[in-house]
């Protein structure tokens, strides 16, 4: 509920305070006189586009304050939380706009945006009037109007999760067609990729390995001979037969050498066990560099044969193993990906289909309440003398979305056998008022928490019909806070609270102010608009008459 506005220095306002009340508030007075700019003003606060040169001439800069009431469930606080801003039982909206046109807005205290604001806006206040495109008469919004109306949250919430699993299904099939188109692409590479790796069969370290070997046989080779050649001068026809013939020669003379050769002999003896060890030493070397030149060929073209796939695919030859591996995995991918396109055709299908049913669902219900709303419309627009017009809501295939297949718009008819057309472009501009408040009564039980502002709703109207706009908007005002800018004086009766709004220049200034009316003044404001300027007995006695009501 708006509870409070401040405007200080707007158009030519220079200071208003108001406090509004629960209930039905009108605005009465002169044409001109101002009652546009309390609208103007509020717009400003809540962040709607409006006229850009709102400061008052000689300002530097107006501002508005705007104080709002939140119940415990009020959507504003969602907004708020949403948006990072306090969230508390009193909303309190204030903005600024420079001689120079620059605009700041705080909520609650804290700096925030014209987004922001316009997202709280659409929580906080709702204006009807016969230019009213931003509520009623706008199409993009009767769908959601027909399903408040409708109670129909709980399918809506059915049709969105469908259609979010539906949407879903759809993405995974598109990116499961697009992988496997290019992996098809590739496909006679992957097979040939994989059948060069499977007959190469390459394993971890493998390539160390043969490397070392290689070394180790080209190594041999070089020395084998060098080897062979000391150990044949070691042999039986080398060290060790030269020197068994010199034992043999000394042993022969020993005994006559009185002892002299016995220390000789005896180190020969020791050299020849250690040629023997030695001569064995190199016999075993020998061996250890025996290889088979076939083998050396065959390491080494498997050798080569690694390096070169590992440099054919830019992987390190120790990675063929896994890259291998990866390759089969999407040769597998590949080879499945028919059946798996056929399980992911399959889920959009059933998910199609679960979104047909909660779609379908939701249309009968549509269906059914649209019934229900143009028969409510149509009791209201009795009593407001249009017993003749019919209004309906017109429900279309439209294109599927989250919020179901229907293209819902409301259309009348203001005599029988006439054709329907929006509301907009059928009915003048009474009827169009009517037509509004009639549709607003039906659907705002299904709100809450919403300022209501008619801006002149009952203009082209008089007589029994105008009282009975009154009654309507009296009745809608009931359950929350109703403002209206009226001229009609049946209207202005029916309010609970009423506040008039006067020009007058002050040293040369035309500025605006707005009065709140006891009774004894009420009497006398509805006796001037029923009689103009001069106020008759007769005009206050009707206007009496109208009070007592």
Known sequence: MLRALDIRDLLIID????????GLNVLTGETGAGKSILLDSLGFVLGWRGRADLVRQGAAQGEVLAVFDLGADHPARSVLQDAGLPVTDE??????????GRKTAWVNDRRCSGEVLRA??????????????????????????????????????????????????????????????AMRAEDEFLRHAVAELDALAPEPGEDAELDARRRGMQGAARIRDDVARGLALLGSDGAESAMGEAMR?????????????????????????????????VETCLDALDFDPFELEQTEERLFAI????????????????????????????????????????????????????????????????????????AELAPLKMERAVFQTLLEPGEPGPSGRDAVAFRVATNPGAPAGPLDKIASGGELSRFLLALKVCLSARQSGLT?????IDRGV????????????????????VLVVTHSPQVAARGAHHWRVEKRVDAGATLSTVTALPQSARIDEIARMLAGDTITAEARAAARALLAG
Not at 326 to 354: H, N, W, Y
Not at 452 to 456: A, K, L, Q, V
């Open 15 to 22: 200071r208003l305070e108001l406090a509004f009340q629960p």
């Open 91 to 100: 909303l309190i909206l204030r903005r600024v706009n420079t001689a120079e």
């Open 120 to 181: 709280l806006s659409d929580t906080l206040v709702e204006l009807h009037g016969q230019q009213d495109d931003r509520g009623l008469l706008n199409p993009r919004g009767h769908r959601a109007m027909l399903d408040a109306f409708g109670r129909l949250d709980g399918l809506r919430a059915d049709v969105q999760a469908a259609w979010t699993a539906l949407s879903g299904a759809r993405a995974a099939l598109n990116t499961a067609e697009t992988a496997l188109d």
């Open 249 to 281: 020669w000394l042993d022969g003379v020993a005994d006559r050498a009185e002892g002299a050769l016995d220390a000789p002999l005896a180190a020969l003896g020791r050299a020849l066990v250690e040629l023997g060890e030695a001569q064995a030493g």
């Open 307 to 378: 390096r070169g796939m590992a440099r054919k695919h830019g992987v390190g030859a120790d990675d063929l193993g896994a890259f291998a591996d990866d390759l089969r995995q999407r040769l597998r991918a590949l080879d499945a990906g028919d059946a798996d396109i056929a399980a992911r055709r399959s889920a959009v299908k059933a998910a199609q289909a679960g979104y047909d049913a909660a779609a379908g669902s939701l249309s009968a219900a549509r269906a059914e309440a649209a019934a229900r709303l143009d028969a409510a419309v149509g």
């Open 452 to 456: 209501m502002i008619f801006d002149e």
């Open 462 to 481: 008089g007589g029994a019909t105008a009282d009975a706009v009154g009654r309507r908007l009296a009745a809608l005002a009931r359950e929350g806070q």
